[in-house]
């Protein structure tokens, strides 16, 4: 995109191209925004007709709304609610995927305090009606990243509930599959899903 | 829930319940609030363990937010945003189900002015991942319900688009599932998906 001066010239605007390489560059440094690869990974499965997934907005219970004259409603007064479900979920081939995405800092474990019991419940409930579920972990200092299926979270989740609370990197490393981030999709996940499948049914026969 | 007072007498708050019941003798008079029946029939499948669908928040463009001391955050500056899906998604029997609620006071026919080309074009992408993908229709004014399947209602549309914008309620009698309204769950519209499910199996043989 381009604005023309009078002079013929072209200013050009900052290209969004530009702007994902700076983004590229930074994200091995500093860590990357892990919700905003995912988002942009969704994007890129949707617009690719590979997956229809998106992430679920965030649930405001809303109080006040002004209607000003000639623009737009503003919401004036609004509170977070506890959300029920997790926070992204679609469809893929025929499957339903259900997923929340968590990332740390730490390097050898995963707090499981980034999970609430309402969200374990909401997976349980999905796994029962034979959703693709699962989280992608996301190890910030090591650049790692790992599909985890509900099954497996809600197992470790039992078992530690009075216990350790946290899941060793060593564990993840059998348990979960690794997803290699590339340049697009950022976080390919639905190779790690497709591994799920295989490998669930050869479980079931 | 009751306050209690100094004299030791409890003053009871406005139960639920009453509320409830104050609903449901004017929903037939006066039109249900369809919004509400559906979110109430997800419950129902909810608690049940039928499925798993809940409706999308409402999504919001945050722009302030303010952090009061003692007392929870407060959405002080927010906008609405276009979705870029439909209401309501969830897994049932492993099928990704995909829908959107709508509602007019016609007697004769459905206007297609409910439906927005974003709403069409998701649903399209939803189809083409093999979804579970329709639309409720209900007439307020008849007080019926009909389930349309989107591949049909993506026909309609494209067919339509630059003529009659309504959907005559003869076709839709032809063309849809009827689904009777019940005490529990309110609109029952997993009868009709699984009526969705065995025609769509005949086709396909």
Redesign the interface.
Known sequence: MAFHYPNGQSFPLKKSAQQTLKKETTFANRGMHFEEAINQSNEYY?TH?K??V?K?????Q?VKVDYPKRS?????????RQP??TDY????????L?FEAKETKNKTSFPLKNFHQHQIT?MQ??V????ICFVLLWFSSLNRCFFLSAEKLIDYWNEQENSRKSIPLSVIENEAIEIVPQIAPRIPYLIAVEKYLEKRSQTNV
């Open positions: 949707l007709d997956a229809v998106h679920k907005p965030t649930p405001l809303i737009a409603a503003v919401v004036k007064e609004a509170y977070f029920s479900t979920n679609g469809v893929y081939h025929g499957y339903h259900d909401h409930k999905c029962n009606q034979q959703a």
